[in-house]
């Protein structure tokens, strides 16, 4: 299959994914280093805060958007067999969202816009951050619609036949992804864009908290679900085995999609906005939302040991042994469902309605997000680069002792990272802060774990920098051997002849998230246009 | 359709550690009476001043006619207001919180003392501290470049001592 245009696709989006991710990597060091106090001179509110919220964009919405929309298109056409559907409206979405971020650059570097990526009104950034965070999400609608198109065009030239279970997670995504950045869009829109410009003198804070939740959690499933795609389609394959089961993996992630989206609540526990039975609500559904990762990880396990054991492992752990340990995808899943455990714990403790008055909003927060997002996805993504980069740009990977050691180095350095983070959460400190001033002997407790988090971001940028210098070698080989390798998916252990409908369309469950949405969200919302609620007026920072 | 009876049994076992989890939230929360900070009351934060109830002379600790302490707060850029309060301990303490301007979080570490305080509503919340001891109050939502200096302190004293420390203007009596 040539593909050439789908891979040049895939290429321009992931490039710009992995130029974000290395960018915010300095700013995230350089903030560990400001918050410990160590170097006096770097002490700067101004720039720490203009720092955090350009990296919190740079990770959470643009290494994450164009990383997914690259990785989508070339899964489609390759999964499908079939050419992306009118390329022209590819690029235009490319276009439209790499507009967007340019347009975010610009307040966000200036410190104009240090509002955080969460932009909580009623303070409030420069007026191209909100119409460019806009446009980045209309890009991405773009690269949805080809998803759906491409889905149903297949499924109409194949009749009964179950659609490859790439796609059907790719197109599943595509759909969260429109359900849930409705949400900040309607805040953008309507309340956040009007308000930047002028054009209304207040906002309602509790709304725009209340849309923002709408698309605050589902959107890190959207982040996830590319890695739990190579968990079923590649990692079989690579580790040399068959994946466990096709059947129970699609009920995973429609499961995943559906219960993922009514639940942002669990980050509106501490707010007064919103009545208690509606958080109850949705934190029960937060808990429904951990079963697609059960048994994620039961089925990614199963297929494993089945490999660990075609290449001899015997006993009961001496599977793991004899798995390829020095294939990049086989290493990063291993590292990746480690991280998964322990951020899952985490998430399970600030899901848990009383709980969370610990820890809301304190350092574990981010020691948590930061085990899934930067531990559990983002080293899948890397996986998948090594995987793909040498596929799309046709020249073998740069070195493969190199890559495992980058995974392994990005593994030690987050668990580093991520450790002292909790523990300072469980001491009371807050997220969000650039310096030390209480004069409390509470805080004194924080300073050698303030110092910890330095040496494990040191070796996380380290390892970033070393997945960035292998693609740029990989790249720009000057050596004339073509990699001629075409990527393969793996193949269930029980074929799937036919398969139900439910569980091989969207149709269904998109009436039930309907549903479902009305019922978590249409009261929540209406009650701000029913109470006597009070405004704010905008505020700098 | 395919299900391996290993897999279903996982997929049971699974759905019965969540509801093992929902199942304690929920007695705690019915039977417990343990909740978030929820009583979706607005109140205008531009006018707060001129409130009664968050007046100045009526901020601070006051006890309302049924013996209940009721803490109010105020929460503004770069601090809490009053700076420094002095509370019982091992007494139910109930503690309204507004916010004169943009977005704070309130937490008195290694207390389950937690709530967000958003202009235009008051957040309410019950608590008791266990141990006396001075408790830093720090504000954990972003809220602009001082952020790091919104922080004020909570004295908790020895039930029996904290009448003797009461300040007798802050007898007030709310009629609520």
Known sequence: MNNVIERKLALSHMSVAFTAFILACFLGEYQVFERSGLIESLGSPTVYFASVSTHGVLMAYVLTTFFIMGFGYYTAATSLETPVWKPELAWTGFGLSLFGVLLAALPLLSGKASVLYTFYPPVQAHHFFYLGATLLIVGSWVWCAIMVVMFYQWKKANPEQPVPLAMFATTANALLWLWTSAGVALEAVFLLIPWSLGWTDTVDPGLARTLFAWTLHPIVYFWLIPAYTAYYVFVPKQAGSYLFSDEVARAAIIVLVVFSLPIGFHHLYMDPEQAKGWKILHGIGTFIVTLPTFVTGFTVIASLEIAGRLRGGKGMFGWIGSLPWNNTMVLAVILSLLMLIFGGFGGIVNASYAMNAMVHNTAWVPGHFHLIFAGTSVIMYFAIAYYLWPILSKKPLFSNNLALLQLWTWFIGMTILTTPWHVLGLLGQPRRISSVVYNNLLTLSWKPYELAMIAGGLIMLSSACLFVYLLYKTQFAKSEETYAAEVEYAEPLHAVKSLPEYLNDFKLWNKVIAIYMAVSFGIPILQFFFLDTFDSSAWSY | ?176
């Open chain 2, 1 to 176: 359709m395919h299900i391996d009876p290993l897999e279903s049994k996982w997929i049971q076992t699974a759905l019965g550690i969540c509801g093992l989890f929902v199942g304690l939230i929920l007695i705690d929360a019915f039977f417990h009476n343990i909740h978030t900070p929820s009583n979706v009351e607005t109140i205008d934060s531009a006018s707060l001043h001129l409130s009664e109830e968050f007046a100045e002379d009526n901020l601070g600790v006051h006890r309302d006619e049924n013996g209940n302490i009721i803490v109010r707060m105020v929460a503004g850029r770069y601090s809490f207001f009053p700076k420094e309060i002095s509370v019982p301990a091992e007494t139910k303490l109930t503690f309204r919180w507004v916010s004169i301007d943009v977005l704070h979080g309130v937490h008195i570490p290694m207390t389950n003392m937690s709530t967000m305080v958003v202009p235009g509503f008051v957040a309410e919340l019950e608590t008791t501290f266990p141990k006396p001891g001075d408790y830093p109050v720090l504000c954990n939502e972003y809220c602009g470049l001082g952020h790091d200096h919104m922080w004020s302190k909570i004295n908790v004293v020895e039930r029996d001592q904290w009448h003797a420390t009461q300040q007798p203007s802050s007898g007030a009596i709310d009629n609520e």
